[in-house]
Nanobody, 122 residues
């Protein structure tokens, strides 16, 4: 069974930085993409960034140039470096593992962590 555990959240002032971590434990035979999502109070959960199994990345427009997603395979850890934080970045940040299929290996499903809180004050 795969488990994801986020950490690194906290309270910072406008313009500050944080680095989130998501440790992955357990085994899957599938390939997968790893993503960060966030949910602000009273709002829907939204996509923030993804790193695909081939290493390519993408970001929601509002964080481009400020956030960087990366992973350390040796440590089974996904990161989100967040710089120049703004109050609108406040929310509960989740990591997600999305299983992907390759020819000859059908996989489907998602795993989520429990979230880590980020609060940015002005």
């Amino acid at each position: 069974q795969v488990q994801l555990v986020e950490s690194g959240g906290g309270s910072v002032q406008d313009g500050g930085s944080l680095r989130l971590s998501c440790v992955v434990s357990g085994y899957t035979r599938c390939t997968y993409d790893m993503s960060w999502y966030r949910q602000a109070p009273g709002k829907e959960r939204e996509f923030v960034s993804v790193i695909h199994s081939d290493g390519t990345t993408s970001y929601v427009d509002s964080v481009k140039g400020r956030f960087t997603i990366s992973q350390d395979d040796a440590k089974n850890t996904l990161y989100l470096q967040m710089n120049s934080l703004k109050p609108e970045d406040t929310g509960l940040y989740y990591c997600k593992m999305a299983l992907t299929s390759v020819p000859g290996n059908f996989c489907m499903g998602n795993y989520w962590g429990q979230g880590t809180q980020v609060t940015v004050s002005s």
